[in-house]
């Protein structure tokens, strides 16, 4: 390896790659953890029961209003649940966007945004728990599923040099 690595955590195989440190940094990561995040607040919301209610005068008394399944003129009721709704609904295309946008900046593979978008589909169709289990990895394990695939194995390989056996599916055979 070289020792630029070591010393300044500088990695790429040229060192004019890295001149001006402001146009490497990418805005993708930093935007997906907010996408992921706000489809996870929105996933929460929608399993509160309750209304909120907002209303268009001053010195109204809520509270006698909470009865009232679609308010009056003067204040408007919705269900938590319904708000949380359009806000997991939106992070979907919200995150496919931003991997778009990723794609054409060349921060974002295609392969990868394809998988991406195919989790999220999948997470919120089908399974939000296996969406939320793959995001997770994919943004917050440092180096993502390339590392912590790398690091599976790795382990695997210890154990069974100790004498361990290795177990391929995680559920014990």
């Known amino acids: 390896m070289d020792s630029r690595c070591f010393e300044a955590m500088d990695c790429s195989p040229d060192p004019s790659a890295n001149a001006g440190a402001d146009k490497n940094v990418s805005t993708v990561g930093p935007a997906s953890e907010s996408a992921f995040w706000y489809g996870l607040g929105g996933v929460g919301l929608e399993r ?13 008394f809520l509270n006698h209003y909470a009865n009232w399944p679609q308010g009056n003129g003067a204040v408007r009721t919705y269900t938590i649940g319904n708000i949380g709704k359009v806000i997991s609904r ?23 945004a394809a998988t991406n978008a195919g989790f999220a589909a999948y ?9 939320t289990a793959y995001f997770s990895i994919d ?34 055979e």
């Open 90 to 112: 939106s992070a979907v295309p919200l995150a496919i966007g931003i991997d778009a946008i990723g794609v054409m900046t060349g921060d974002v593979s295609y392969g990868k």
């Open 139 to 172: 943004l917050f394990y440092p180096g993502g599923w390339p590392q912590a695939l790398s690091d599976r194995q790795a382990i695997l390989l210890e154990n069974s040099a100790l004498g361990f056996p290795a177990r391929t599916s995680g559920w014990g």
């Open 48 to 60: 509160i029961p309750g209304q909120v209610s907002f209303t268009n005068s001053k010195g109204i």
């Open 123 to 131: 997470g919120y169709y089908a399974n939000p728990f296996l969406g």
